[in-house]
């Protein structure tokens, strides 16, 4: 059973991954911490609260960063709405936050559990965990692997350059991509082309029926609209629920090693994430210093087995389905 802390900012796919993450009995969610970055945060936090108390998610939820590390606050307002959760209707929250900032919530429970046994699946901006790691190094060598999701080797979404969660806090990227443990990067290459929730996963989740089926149902139909005018994607992209996919099943996805790196700088490339692949044969290399040597010790999500992926889609939500009746 993997053990992890989805540290979101809910948001519709991070919405859909707090459910995925809550149905299937592989996944011991230790907790949700939450960040600004679909929204502020504190729309974000109410939105995980919500979503937990309408379908029954009995874990702790701390509130986080309510904005990045150093740069201005950029929010994904045009995508997710004025609530940051557009679409559905949502009960008001039944159950207190736990009182612990995010960052805190993080380290103790890291620290507080076996090394090398609780995984960080950041679906937001990583500011939660830049600040983690900066307050207390040690939960690098305690932590098992970071799943992300975010960033990108051949486009943006924010910008040419640039995926949102990154654009939004590069220099908590940064610090994430910098640590020294095993990261997987699950970026818009995969999720924006491959994770769409096609008319056939719609008609297997409309035929579950019940309060949660027409839940993720409203999300994609929200979603639709955006996706479609803004981005120019066919249908709804499912990105966060990917890096809980790839923990419940590691086959879902293909991977290849690579040493990655955030732009901070750049006036045009600010948050791109440079990818360098073994596959290369060394033949790129970042500089000279001994911090900037290439060490391909992350990896990149390349391929999505979307039917796996759907499977565990409708298995969360059907298992959450009969807990709620």
């Given at each position: ?190 999720t924006q082309t491959q994770a769409l929730a096609t008319p056939d996963l719609q008609n297997r989740v409309r035929a579950i029926g019940g309060s949660i089926s ?112």
């Amino acid at each position: 059973m993997e053990k992890i802390i989805l540290d979101c900012d809910p948001g519709h796919d991070d919405a859909i991954a707090i459910l995925l993450a809550a149905g299937n009995p592989n996944i011991d969610l230790l907790g949700i911490t939450t960040v600004s970055g679909n929204h502020n945060v504190e729309n974000t936090t109410r939105n995980a609260l919500a979503v937990c108390t309408a379908y029954g998610v009995k874990v702790p939820v701390a509130k986080g960063s309510p904005g990045p590390m150093i740069a201005d606050q950029v929010l994904a307002i045009e995508i997710h709405g004025e609530t940051g959760l557009d679409g559905p209707v949502l009960p008001p929250a039944s159950f207190d936050l736990d009182k612990r900032h995010a960052v805190d919530f993080i380290i103790e429970t890291v620290m507080a559990h076996e090394p090398k046994t609780v995984t960080l699946v950041p679906v937001g901006p990583y500011t939660n965990i830049g600040l983690a790691i900066r307050k207390e190094p040690r939960i690098i060598e305690r932590v098992k692997r970071v799943v992300a999701m975010g960033g990108a080797y051949t486009r943006g979404n924010i910008t040419p350059a640039a995926e949102f969660n990154i654009y939004a806090d590069a220099e908590a990227a940064d610090v994430m991509f910098r640590a020294n443990w095993d990261v997987t990067m699950i970026g818009l290459d995969l999720t924006q082309t491959q994770a769409l929730a096609t008319p056939d996963l719609q008609n297997r989740v409309r035929a579950i029926g019940g309060s949660i089926s027409k839940f993720v149902l409203d999300i994609w139909e929200f979603i639709a609209t955006t996706h479609g005018g803004l981005l120019q994607i066919d249908y709804p992209a499912i990105h966060d629920a990917c890096c809980v996919a790839a923990l419940i099943d590691p086959t879902i996805i293909t991977t290849e090693k690579a040493d990655i790196r955030v732009e901070t700088a750049g006036r045009w490339t600010r948050g791109m994430t440079v990818c360098n692949f073994e596959k290369m044969g060394g033949m790129h290399h970042f500089g000279g210093t001994a911090s900037e040597q290439t060490d391909f010790r992350h990896t990149v999500a390349m391929k999505l087995d979307h039917p796996k992926f759907c499977d565990l889609i409708v298995d969360s939500l059907e298992r959450l389905t009969k807990q709620k009746t």
